[in-house]
């Protein structure tokens, strides 16, 4: 099985940068996909950015230039570098991995709050 925990989150100041991280244990071997996605109360949880097993990454068009994801293989690490934060940026922010087999597992979820 795979468990993924997500931290980094916090308080910044819109124009600043923030980086997450999402730490893999289990099965990490297991991971096929692993992506970020927010959710801002009351709505859709959204995408935000993901990479493949094979190391290609996919990120939302809105997000492309200020948002990077990227990964640490010996640590079974995944990141998601925040740069240029706006305040409709806050969020809770998840990391989610998807396995060879099609399981998703979700991270619990950290807190970004950007203020103007």
């Known amino acids: 099985q795979v468990q993924v925990v997500e931290s980094g989150g916090g308080l910044v100041q819109a124009g600043g940068s923030l980086r997450l991280s999402c730490a893999a244990s289990?099965?990490?071997?297991?991971?096929?996909?692993l992506g970020w996605y927010r959710q801002v109360s009351g709505n859709e949880r959204e995408f935000v950015a993901h990479?493949?097993?094979?190391?290609?990454?996919t990120h939302a068009n809105s997000l492309k230039g200020r948002f990077t994801i990227s990964r640490d293989n010996a640590k079974s690490t995944w990141y998601l570098q925040m740069n240029s934060l706006k305040p409709e940026d806050t969020a809770v922010y998840y990391c989610?991995?998807?396995?060879?087999?099609?399981?998703?597992?979700w991270g619990q979820g950290t807190q970004v709050t950007v203020s103007s």
């Open positions: 989610k991995a998807r396995t060879i087999v099609g399981i998703d597992v």
């Open positions: 289990g099965s990490t071997s297991s991971i096929n996909i």
């Open positions: 990479i493949t097993r094979g190391g290609s990454t």
